[in-house]
C-alpha cells in the first residue's frame, strides 16, 4: 500500500540497545483514541470518496470524455517526463552521491549540503526562477537586447518544464543513494578487491548492485513528484495532467472530465507508490554479520579532483545558484523602483495564519491516529494509519478541485475554513509521521514505571509521554506549518477571493512577467523553507559523526 | 489445580500474614496461545524468591500480571492480603497497576530520561508530602548514590542507572518489588559485584522481591527460594540446595546446572552404574538413569590407584577448576570437573570414585 519517503526512522536507543523487548498485548483501544481516529481517516478519505461518486454518478458523456485522444496524449506527456526527470536525475545525482560520501573530494560535506539544498525551492518558484532568467521580458534577454537579438528560444513546453523538475527533484535521489552508500560494508568491497577484481569491476560487481534499490526508490520518488507537480508545468505551459485538469477546471468550469483526469492521476500515482513500496522491500543489503562497521577509505580522486569540482559546481549553480542569483537580481531591481515590497506583509501574514491553523489542526487530528498505529498495534491502528497516508498519493490538485467541489454546496464556500481542511488533509501524512515516530521513541516501559510508581495513565501521559514525546510533536508541527506556508495548487483554488498569499503573488505575478514584484515572496519562500531542511542536514551530520 | 486446592489456598492466606504474595490458578493466553497456565507462587515477607526458566517459559509475562501491565484470563493474585486480581469468580477484579503497591525494576531500567535522578526517585512519591525531599535522599544513600541526585541519567553508568532504578521502586515502600532480568544489561564482570549490592540493598530494606531471570547461577546465588518455570507453569519450588542437590524431574535437574545422567540398577539405598556401586539419595528399585554432577567424579591420584578404569580424553581448562571428559574402559563417556592442579593430561589412565549421593529418575524412553 502507500508508503512513505524513506525517512530516518531510528529505533530509540537512549540508554542502549533494547534487550529482547517483551511483546506488550493491549486491550482494545479505548473510544477517546479511535473515535477521533476514525474521523481522521473519513476526512482523508473524502477526496477520493468525492472522485469516485463523481466518477459512478456521470454519464455516457463522462466516460466517452475521458476516452478520447486528447486523454491519450496528456497521459503520454506526463509519463514521458516522468520518465525523463527521473533518468535525469539518476544520471546527475549517482555520481554526486558517490563523489560527496566515498572520495576525497575537496570541501565534499558542503557540497553535500548545497547539493541537497535544491530540495527546499518550491517548485512554481524554481520555474518562476527559470522563466525570470530565459523567458520573454527575462534577464537573460535583457542582457541580449542591446545586441540586437529580440526572441530567444522558447522556455515553454517539455525541455523547461524537464530542466525545472530536474533540476528540483535530483535531491531525492542523491539522498537515498547517499544513505545507502554509507550503509554499504566496505568489507565487501574488500573482499571482491582481494578475489581479484581491479577497482571499477568492484564498483560494477558489488558496489553498484548494493545501490540499485536505492536507484530505483530515488528515482520513483522523483518520477511520483514530477507526476503531482503542479507549478512548474503550469507556469511553463506543458500539457501533463495537473495542468490540464487546471485548465479544463478554469476554462469550462467542466468538473467532471477533470475529476476523470484526476481519478487516472490517482491510479497511476498510486500504482507507481506500490511499485516503490516494493523496491524498498527488498533492499536489506545492509551488513550481515555482526561488529562495527568500519569507515570506508575514501577513494583518491587524483587528477580527477577539477572535473569532479567542476561537476558539483555546475549542478548547485544551476539549481540553487541560478534563481538566487536570478530573483535576487530582480529583487534589487524592485527595490530600486520602490515596489519590491507592495504586499508583501499583507501576503505573508495570510500564508503565515493558513499555515498556523493547519499545523494546529493537522497535529491534534493526527494525534489519536499516531496513537492507534504506536500504542495499540492491531488491524484499527494500521487501517486509520494507512488511510491518512493516503495524501501522500492525492497529488495536490487534486485535493484541491474534491474540496472546490464539495465546498461549492456548502456554507463554507469561499471561507478560510474550507481552505485550512483542504490542507490538513493534504499534509497529514506529515504531521501524523512525525506524531507516530515520537511516540515509538518512548518505550512503553517508561509509560509502565509511572504506572507503577502510583500514577494514573492520564498522569503517566502528562508527567512522562508528553515531555518525553512533545519536542518531536511540536517539529513535525513545525515542518506542517512551513509545507502550508509553501503549498500552491490548494490555496490557488481554495483561498477567499482576496485573501493573497506568497504562494498566490508568486503565481500572478510570475503570469503577468512582473518578475520583480514576484522575487520578495519567492526569496522569503525559499529562506523559510531552507530552516527546516539545514536543521535536518545538522542533524543527519550528527548521526554520522556518532 | 483443582478448584478445591485452589480454595484451599486463599484460605491460608487469610490465615497467614506473613505471605507477601500469593498467586493461585493464574492463567493468561495470547492469542489463543497458553503463555502461563494454572499458576500458584507463594512468597513471604522479607523473601528474595527468583523465579527461573528459559526464555519464552511465560516468566516475564507472570511478572507483568503481578505488576497489573497485563490482566489475567483466570485465577487470582493478592498482594499483602489484598486481592488485586481476581478472574476466578463473577465478581471480576482487576486492579490498575498504580493501585497495587509495586515497585518494579524494568531490564532496562526505564528511567525517565528528561528528569534528574533524584525527581526520577521521587516520582512515586505523593506530592506535597513534607518528608519528600528526605525519603529521595534516604532512598539514594541506600543505594550508595547519594552525590548524583542531579545527574541526569544518560550521565550514569549501567550499573549505576541500575541503582536508580532500584532507589526509584524502593522509595514508595512498596509491599514488593518485582525485578525484571534486572542484570541482563550489565557487562559480565559488573553482574557478579552489582548481584551482590542489588541483595544487599534488597536486605537492608527489609524488602519482599521477585526476581525474574533466565541465569540459574544468578538465581541460585542470590535468592532464599527459586522457582522453576517451563512452559508456563511451575514445576518446582525450594531452595537453591534443593533444586541443585534434589530437582524432581531430570528437565529442572539439567537446566539449574551441569548434569549427566547413566543409566543404573537401583536395589533400595544403592545402584549400580558403569562407574561402579552409586549410593541413592532417594531409594529406588529397577531401571533407572541416574544423574550425576560434574563434580561429584572425583579421580584417585595415580599413585594411589590400584586398579584405572577410564582414560582422559580431552580437557577444558577454566582457571579455577577444569572438566575432563573420561573414555571409560567399560565404553561411555561421563565428565568429571576437578581441581586445576595435578598436571591431568589427555591420554592418562584414570581411577574414578562417587562424592555424595546421586539421583535415581525413571529411565528415559
Known sequence: MVTLPPRAARPFSFFRAHAPVHVSHRPAPPAIVWMPAALAALLALLPLAYLVMRAANAGAGFWSHLLRAKTLEIVVNSLVLAGAVSLATVVIAVPLAWLTTRTDLPGRRAWATLGALPLVIPSYVGALALVAALGPKGTLQGWLEPLGIERLPSIYGFWGSWLALTLFSYPYVLLSVRAALRGLDPGMEEAARSLGHGPWRTFLATTLPQLRPAIAAGALLSALYTLGDFGVVALLRYDAFTRAMY??????????????????????????LVVESRVRGNDILHRL???????????????????????????????LGIPVLVLGGWFIRALRQGAALDGLTGAAFHSLTIGLWTALAATLLALPVAILAARFPGPLGAIAERVAYLGYALPGIVVALAFVSIGVRTPFHQTLALLVLA??????????????????????????????????????????????????????????????????????????????????????????????????PALLLILLSAIPTLLLVARDREQVAR | MTLTAFSAGAERSRDNPALALEIAGLGKCFAAMPVVHDLAIQVRTGELMALLGPSGCGKTTTLRLIAGFEEPDTGTIRIGGRTVADAAGQSRKVEPPERRRVGMVFQDYALFPHLSVARNVAFGLPRGERD?????????????????????????????????????????NPDLILLDEPFSNLDAELRVSVREEVREILRAAGATAVLVTHDQEEALSLADRVAVMFDGEIVQTGSPEELYHRPATREVGAFVGDAQFLPAEASGRRASCELGDVPLAVPATGAVDIMLRPEQIRLIPATEASEPNATVQSRLFFGHDQVLTLALDSGGTVRARVGAYG???????????????????????
Open chain 1, 247 to 272: 485548465v479544463q477546471y478554469r476554462s469550462a468550469l467542466d468538473r467532471s472530465s477533470a475529476a476523470g483526469l484526476a481519478l487516472l492521476l490517482v491510479a497511476i500515482t498510486l500504482g507507481l
Open chain 1, 289 to 319: 554479520g555482526s561488529g562495527a562497521a568500519r569507515k570506508a577509505r575514501p577513494v583518491p580522486l587524483g587528477r580527477w579532483k577539477i572535473p569532479a569540482t567542476v561537476f558539483c559546481a555546475t549542478i548547485v549553480l544551476l539549481a
Open chain 1, 423 to 520: 490542507c490538513v488533509v493534504r499534509f497529514l501524512p506529515e504531521a501524523v509521521g512525525a506524531n507516530r515516530l515520537s511516540l515509538l521513541q518512548v518505550s512503553p516501559r517508561m509509560e509502565e514505571a509511572a504506572r507503577g510508581l502510583g500514577e494514573t495513565a492520564a498522569g503517566a501521559a502528562r508527567r512522562v509521554l508528553m515531555p518525553l514525546a512533545g519536542p518531536g510533536m511540536l517539529a513535525g508541527a513545525a515542518l506542517v506549518l512551513l509545507t502550508t506556508m509553501k503549498e500552491l495548487p490548494v490555496t490557488l483554488l481554495l483561498a477567499p477571493t482576496g485573501y493573497d498569499t506568497l504562494a498566490i503573488e508568486i503565481w500572478t505575478a510570475a503570469n503577468d512577467a512582473a518578475y520583480g514584484r514576484a522575487a520578495a
Open chain 2, 132 to 172: 519528600r525531599d528526605a525519603r529521595v535522599a534516604a532512598a539514594l544513600a541506600a543505594v550508595g548514590l547519594s552525590g548524583m541526585a542531579q545527574r541526569m541519567p544518560d550521565q550514569l553508568s549501567g550499573g549505576q542507572q541500575q541503582r536508580v532504578a532500584l532507589a526509584r521502586a524502593l522509595a514508595p
Open chain 2, 343 to 365: 598436571g591431568i593430561r589427555p591420554g592418562d589412565r584414570v581411577q574414578t570414585a562417587i562424592r555424595g549421593a546421586a539421583l535415581a529418575f525413571p529411565r528415559a524412553g
